[in-house]
Antibody, heavy 112, light 109 residues
Framework: QVHLQQWGAGLLQPSETLSLTCAVYGGSFSGYYWSWIRQPPGKGLEWIGEITHSGSTNYDPSLKSRVTISVDTSKNQFSLNLNSVTAADTAIYYC??????WGQGTLVTVSS | QTVVTQEPSLTVSPGGTVTLTCASSTGAVTSGYSVNWFQQKPGQAPRALIYSTTNKHSWTPARFSGSLLGGKAALTVSGVQPEDEADYYCLLYSGDVRVFGGGTKLTVL
């Protein structure tokens, strides 16, 4: 059974960098796409980007200039960094494996 | 950038059948695309239902099915149950980018 556990700072000020990490328990880390998705309060899902175990990435074009997704295969973890955040980045952030197994979500609020 | 459109809301009676659709701004959704469907209930993470347009996960109830219909991707729920009331999202694979639809709120009434 695959389990994804995510964590990171829940309150940020504008212009700071959002950093989240997702740890994977159960199953191989290789051969899958590891994704980040977010959901603003009361709104729909937004795909942020993905990474393979070898480090190949794809990002949503609207976020590409601010996003970095990285992987640490030695720890079975992958991470999301989103810089220069604004209130519009306030959302629940989810990590996922192949968009099949999902983390529990982390609410990140950007407010001064 | 591709925009994916879903019905904002649909209502169905228990035991009935309902079809949710997923359209792409770039044209017809064909077998060359891959579409996933997700179910999300309030306060919960999304749950994957369908992948690669028509394939079910091991946990997907048999009453859910994915297809292509009239140039769109479709999710059909046959014999709707009260617990199917939820938000449903499609995800379209468009090259190296994934795009979610705006979601459909399904009410079982």
């Amino acid at each position: 059974q695959v389990h994804l556990q995510q964590w990171g700072a829940g309150l940020l000020q504008p212009s700071e960098t959002l950093s989240l990490t997702c740890a994977v328990y159960g199953g191989s880390f290789s051969g899958y796409y590891w994704s980040w998705i977010r959901q603003p309060p009361g709104k729909g899902l937004e795909w942020i980007g993905e990474i393979t175990h070898s480090g190949s990435t794809n990002y949503d074009p609207s976020l590409k200039s601010r996003v970095t997704i990285s992987v640490d295969t030695s720890k079975n973890q992958f991470s999301l960094n989103l810089n220069s955040v604004t209130a519009a980045d306030t959302a629940i952030y989810y990590c996922a494996r192949d968009l099949m197994w999902w983390g529990q979500g982390t609410l990140v609020t950007v407010s001064s | 950038q591709t925009v994916v459109t879903q019905e904002p809301s649909l209502t169905v009676s228990p035991g009935g059948t309902v079809t949710l659709t997923c359209a792409s701004s770039t044209g017809a959704v064909t077998s060359g695309y891959s579409v996933n469907w997700f179910q999300q209930k309030p306060g919960q993470a999304p749950r994957a239902l369908i992948y690669s347009t028509t394939n079910k996960h091991s946990w997907t109830p048999a009453r859910f099915s994915g297809s292509l219909l009239g140039g769109k991707a479709a999710l059909t729920v046959s014999g709707v149950q009260p617990e199917d009331e939820a938000d449903y999202y499609c995800l379209l694979y468009s090259g190296d980018v994934r795009v979610f639809g705006g979601g459909t709120k399904l009410t079982v009434l």
